[in-house]
């Protein structure tokens, strides 16, 4: 974990937030790689979503109106139990104390307070009185613009039950410990989808979501091995819930979820009629008969998720004489699509190199790099992923061909430079 966090910051993934000033905990920045990396799981996951005919996509405002949160049961129940230690003071969530019962920043024994209910929304007000008529919350989850818009997306979009609302977007919630990088965090974004079915037909498309998700993550480069799915026991659903699966990745520190399957039932559609006062049924014209559609939610965390792309991808290597860092991303990911190097700066080698790149720059993200010895360069982009290598050298100069190094099997192909751009659209499938 430290080796991935220590890469992370020096090549630019992800920075602390606001750190020459020590430092927000629980809140994190994406840097040049970083924000490419996020951006195409984002991009990945909104395309696996929103290129269905059955599902729509949604951008709703993060501040809510305050009663959807009272609907929701987020003011009610959106709290972990908190205590704090009497010898050093320091907070826990009760439910993830260890079972010695001492306490894990100082070791007293039965040192610690009463547990209190601590709720995880984070409120600010609107306008200039800060009263609690005034008081909004920013939003715990993207699913409840979903919920509040389905009347306004299906008749929009003209759907029929069965069909899905996607969003991606931020959510933040005030945890008692952030801790393991961007795993638990205070803000994070979330990439959503909630799937609107006849009841009865609920069991059936959650199965459906639970293995198109997991297969989601595979797809995209990441081993089986390290993926499981974990299933909440009747003492653990929500109170939404009739039955939830997690999608779990193995973290260095551990199986921690990703993403969660849940079949919300009618509840979040029926809390919204009981609280607004409008009729949340919906007319079947198939079936002549109204009903409060069921909801099977795909809920996976953007943060997390890239985090679980970064330990999945990251590899050692112990070459004949040095040793090798490779992220090894899915070319649909990997922040950096091809390097273009100049084998050495001289003899028009640059001039065909840049005017390569430039050509190639329309099209791709491409990182032109003319510094240090070739193989320093290709450990550079090892590091940030680069799936492709394309080196400039003498005998470009004569027969117009290139070579192309692949970071995986680290070998290289010699193509002519005019087949360059069908080359990596072939091999990097976008
Ligand atoms: P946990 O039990 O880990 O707190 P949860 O069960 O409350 O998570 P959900 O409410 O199901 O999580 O949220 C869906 C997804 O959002 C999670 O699978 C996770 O990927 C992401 N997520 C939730 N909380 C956080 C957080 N504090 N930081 C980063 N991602 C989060």
């Keep these: 974990m430290e080796k991935i966090v220590s890469l992370a910051k020096r090549r630019g993934f992800v920075f602390q937030s606001s750190e020459i000033y020590g430092g927000l905990n629980g809140c994190y920045d994406y840097g040049p790689l970083g924000v490419e990396l996020l951006n195409n799981i984002k991009e990945q996951w909104w395309r696996s979503m929103t290129l269905r005919e059955d599902i729509e996509g949604i951008d709703a405002s993060i501040l809510m109106h305050p009663r959807v949160w009272e609907a929701s049961g987020h003011v009610e129940h959106f709290t972990d139990p908190m205590v704090d230690c009497k010898q ?113 037909d609920d069991d059936e498309w959650f199965e459906y979501w639970k293995e198109q998700r997991i297969q989601w993550f595979i797809d995209l480069g990441m081993s089986p091995d390290l993926l499981r799915y974990n299933e909440h026991g009747p003492g653990e659903l929500a109170h939404y819930a009739k039955k939830a699966f997690d999608i779990q990745f193995l973290f260095p520190f551990g199986w921690g979820e990703i993403e969660g399957i849940h079949n919300r039932t009618d509840y979040d559609l029926q809390q919204h009629e ?71 700066n001289r003899d028009g080698m640059p001039e065909k190199a840049r005017a390569i790149a430039t050509d190639l720059q329309k099209r791709y993200r491409v990182f032109y790099d003319d510094k240090g010895a070739v193989g320093r360069r290709y450990r550079r ?41 069908a080359y990596l659209s072939d091999n990097l499938g976008i």
Excluded: W
């Design 274 to 344: 009981k609280f607004s006062g409008k009729a949340m049924k919906y007319y079947d014209q198939e079936a002549n008969e109204k009903y409060i559609p069921y909801v099977i939610e795909t809920s996976a965390g953007a943060s997390r998720s890239f985090m679980a792309f970064l330990v999945s991808a990251f590899a050692e290597e112990q070459l004949e004489k040095e040793k090798r860092t490779v992220m090894r991303f899915h070319p649909r990911i990997a922040p950096i699509n091809a390097a273009v190097f100049p084998l050495v």
């Design 88 to 200: 050093c003071r320091a907070r826990f969530r009760n439910d993830e104390l260890p079972e010695s019962g001492a306490c894990p920043n100082c070791g007293g024994k039965d040192t610690f307070t009463e547990a209190r209910k601590f709720n995880l929304m984070f409120r600010t007000f609107v306008g200039p009185v800060e009263d609690s008529s005034a008081t909004v919350y920013l939003r715990p989850e993207t699913a409840q613009g979903i919920y509040v818009n389905f009347f306004n997306v299906q008749s929009a979009a003209r759907q029929k039950v069965p069909f899905g609302i996607a969003q991606i977007g931020k959510a933040f919630r005030n945890e008692i410990n952030t801790k393991n990088f961007l795993f638990r965090t205070r803000e994070f974004e979330q990439m959503e989808m909630q799937f609107f079915v006849k009841p009865g």
């Design 381 to 421: 982009q090892d590091e940030a992923g680069t799936p492709f290598c394309i080196t400039i050298d003498s005998q470009t100069l004569e027969d117009q061909s290139v070579t192309i190094r692949d970071r995986d099997s680290m070998e290289q192909v010699r193509v002519a430079d005019a087949q360059i751009a």
